[in-house]
Structures are given as C-alpha cells and as structure tokens.
C-alpha cells in the first residue's frame, strides 16, 4: 500500500498512537530522566527506519534529495515539544490523560504518552 503523509504544501499527517502509562513514568520521561526521553526517540526513530515508511524528494524548503527514509522528517524541528501542527517534535510532551480525573500528585495516577511518528 503506498501512503502520502503530506500534501505537498508545507502539511505533514501521521498516524497516532496512544498509550496509557503511569503519571511517574510520565515525569520521568519529560521532567526527571532524561535519558528515558532519548530511548523512546530512538526506538521512534529506528521504528521509522524498519519499517520503511520512506518518500522520493523533499519539501517544506529542505533542500532536494532523491529519497528520504521518512516521510515526515522534513517536518520534525524539535525533540519534544507540545505542539502538533508546527515546529513539529519528535516527541509529543502534551499532558492530556483523556483518561479519567487528572492527579498531577499521585505518581499512580494514569497519564496519556501521545505518539506521532508514522
């Protein structure tokens, strides 16, 4: 199947992914270690890589290449960030559980780790 994650406009689209954590490991991965920050954008990278989700050229003014391994790397700015829609991390650091009351002081609580990297 051949899939287009951007429009050729300066627009990239990628595919979501949600996983419910727990609040401590939420912390640690944005706030306390910041080696676990490095992991998971490492695996997301690698993840990338293996399973091929590249594209012939380059845009949003980077400058031309015959073939890139993802689709969406002319769009990635930052490691992590809050933002989805510009200056683009590869990270997403957004702190919206959608998943019951939020308690930033139990480190028990559920947390919602928001992944957009496909």
């Not at 920050?37 to 050229?57: D, E, N, R, Y």
């Not at 702190?95 to 009351?101: F, R």
């Amino acid at each position: 199947m051949l899939v287009n994650n951007s429009d050729g406009l300066g627009n990239s689209y990628g595919s979501h992914l949600n996983f419910l954590i727990r609040r401590r490991t939420f912390d640690n991965i944005f706030s306390r270690k910041a080696h676990y920050l490095q992991f998971l954008a490492s695996f997301q990278v690698s993840s990338i890589l293996l399973t091929g989700q590249g594209k012939v050229g380059a845009e949003n003014g980077q400058p031309a290449v015959p073939y890139q391994i993802s689709q969406r790397a002319d769009f990635f700015a930052t490691l992590q960030g809050v933002q989805t829609t510009y200056d683009r991390p590869i990270v997403n650091s957004r702190d919206e559980t959608l998943c019951g009351p939020c308690n930033f002081h139990d480190p028990e609580a559920p947390a919602r780790l928001h992944v957009i990297f496909f």
